[in-house]
């Protein structure tokens, strides 16, 4: 066939660019690292668990940390129904393995094995799963096939999908038999699942909404202060949050938290490694980092804290009056809207967003406002601190749009447990 042949090349080339790369990005070089010896590492971490639990096998695959974040609700839910289950996880990107690879939740934690028709097939016969969950996308040719040929069942939670993905092109067909090896699909939206059902039967797709609402619940429903912050801001009237930024954001940013010291900024990096995070100490001379906080005996007299650590960003939404959600500048839009929605909190972020359902939900709902320049955004975070109920009053609508809109892991549970994927003896 020749689209597999041309995915071979693909994936030839891939590999090849990624290892020509790793001279000159520590990123690229954990991702082909941590396949390197990857086999080893599983084969290892396979045999002590199953010494341990000796339930069901439940596999859950995440391109990286977001996915994560989405799928992990549904991990806490059959942990909890199937106490004895044994838990996988997999990552393809390192920013999602290196943050979470010593994650409680999951007991064997590691990098996908790069896409192939013998190391797909010699991975699901390690692994040995009774369920399969494929997080939102990240779609594997051979992998994928090796796991419908095994008749194990294959969920895809939280799935997205737009008319321009190559599924509903002519030119397609490799996609589309792609999509024929999962089970069923748990769509988030009304308009993704009827695009998917010109492909796929009907009979096999729910909508369920995304489990992030989920995921950020749970944070809510679990969140724990940060003594040296509160210590920070305290005394502060206003402080703005952002998270998840991008240089492109950080500068609409500058001129506003030079103008108004008395503000107080967190602010988030998307990038944390060093050459980010000293780029954004040049554009805010007056921050300080986390990790020098840490280690001040007084509290600085600066306005801004820069966060150079990954994990803490989703508590840290509580401390804002206002939150800035980064990535609407770029190409792949803007990161998480929920994460400071789920506070009761307003958000703002910049205008590149169509890809997310939930940011465009939440827009239309009234709990956040878009931005395009340094001028709009100076101008808007005037108007919410001269108009203190336009702020609660959006905040309201955010905290309420995430409420309403929670419960997809448990329509997955749901179908889990009336298909029996998991059996419900004492094993599990």
Not at 47 to 53: G, N, S, Y
Request: one cysteine or more.
């Amino acid at each position: 066939m020749p689209a597999i042949f041309l995915y071979r090349v693909f994936l030839w080339l891939y590999r090849a660019v990624a290892f020509c790369l790793m001279p000159f990005s520590p990123k690229i070089t954990k991702w082909v690292k941590g396949r390197r010896y990857g086999w080893k590492q599983w084969s290892a971490l396979l045999t002590a668990a199953r010494q341990l639990h000796t339930g069901p096998v439940i596999w859950m695959h995440a391109s990286s940390l977001g996915e994560f974040e989405q799928g992990s609700p549904l991990l806490s839910a059959i942990h909890q129904q199937y106490p004895k289950a044994l838990l996988v996880v997999t990552f393809f990107s390192p920013s999602g393995y290196e943050v979470k690879k010593h994650y409680s939740g999951a007991h064997c934690i590691g990098y996908l094995p790069f896409d192939g028709p013998v190391a797909a097939k010699r991975f699901v016969a390690m692994v040995q799963p009774d369920l399969v969950l494929w997080v939102k996308y990240d779609y594997w040719y051979f992998t994928l096939n090796a796991i419908h040929d095994q008749k194990v069942p294959l969920l895809l939670v939280s799935a997205m999908y737009r008319s321009n993905q190559p599924f509903f092109k002519w030119y397609g067909g490799m996609h589309r038999k792609m999509l024929g090896y999962f089970t069923h699909f748990f769509v988030q939206t009304t308009e993704a699942a009827v695009l998917l059902s010109t492909v796929v039967s009907k009979e096999k797709m729910t909508t369920s909404g995304d489990t992030r609402f989920d995921a950020v619940v749970a944070v809510l429903q679990h969140w724990h202060g940060n003594p040296l912050i509160e210590q920070w801001i305290a005394d502060t009237q206003w402080v703005i949050v952002a998270g998840s930024t991008w240089p492109s954001d950080e500068e609409k940013m500058v001129h506003y938290s030079k103008t108004y010291p008395q503000v107080k900024w967190i602010i988030a990096p998307h990038n944390i490694d060093e050459t980010d995070i000293a780029d954004s100490k040049v554009l805010f001379p007056n921050a300080i980092c986390y990790s020098q906080l840490t280690k001040s005996k007084a509290t600085p007299d600066k306005n801004v804290l820069i966060i150079d650590n990954v994990g803490m960003l989703k508590y840290l939404y509580k401390y804002g009056q206002i939150c800035y959600i980064g990535g609407g500048f770029t190409g792949d839009g803007v990161h998480n809207v929920l994460e400071a929605a789920v506070y009761s909190k307003p958000v703002i972020h910049g205008p590149e967003y169509s890809k997310y359902a939930e940011a465009i939900a939440l827009e239309e709902n009234g709990g956040s406002q878009i931005i395009e320049t340094a001028l709009e955004l100076e101008a808007l975070l005037q108007k919410w601190i001269a108009e203190p109920e336009t702020l609660s009053r959006m905040g309201h609508t955010a905290g309420q749009f995430v409420q309403q809109y929670s419960g997809a892991t448990q329509k997955v549970m749901n179908y889990i447990q009336a298909n029996r994927l998991l059996t419900n003896d004492t094993n599990c």
